[in-house]
């Protein structure tokens, strides 16, 4: 149900299902405020229809149908803590939910602290808008998600540094470019708990 409860940290699609898919999920959940679009719903809620609950397991179908069936179950709770704005103009097209998140940021630049998405692209756009308003807004990668769960003292480092393995893993960031970029801005060195192939 959209409302017009935004809370500072606003989430895309692809990052709420990479967070959703991590053991740290239900601990996001109890902890965290959390914001996104009605585009991104719409976008969850059509991964769950169009990808099976049978998809055999490390599949990329199963990872979308976990991952958005989990992270739709906040939102459709009667919960002040997850909320959806109605983005206007409704975007469409494969990067709709992005540009949601961008056009709301666009619109309401001082609500928010974090904008966490999936694509480099699209921090950067946004980090752009955030630095021409002089807010001090902050577009960030998914693990950030992780790592304000851990600031607030919710998990251990280990588990913390588990739940990223199990994000890059499950979405397959093995890429140079990609691990960077899901450490940047981590200010947590997991080098004691994990490999060094999912390691900046």
Known sequence: MANAVRHPIIVDTDALIAVANTHLWSTVVDR?????????????????????????????????????????????????????????????GPDAGETSIETEIAQHPDQYRFAILMDAHGRRSINRLFDATETTGQAVAPTFLLYLVLDEGACSDEAFCQACAEMLRGEGWTGYQAIQAAWDAIPIDCSNYLDDDVLP
């Open 32 to 92: 965290l405020r959390l914001t996104t679009t009605n585009v991104c719903i719409q976008e969850l809620e059509r991964h769950v229809r169009e990808t099976s609950e049978y998809a055999p397991d490390g599949s990329r179908e199963q990872w979308l149908h976990h991952g958005s069936s989990a992270a739709l179950e906040p939102f459709a709770a009667d919960s002040e803590a997850f909320s959806t704005v109605t983005c206007v103009p409704r975007p469409h």
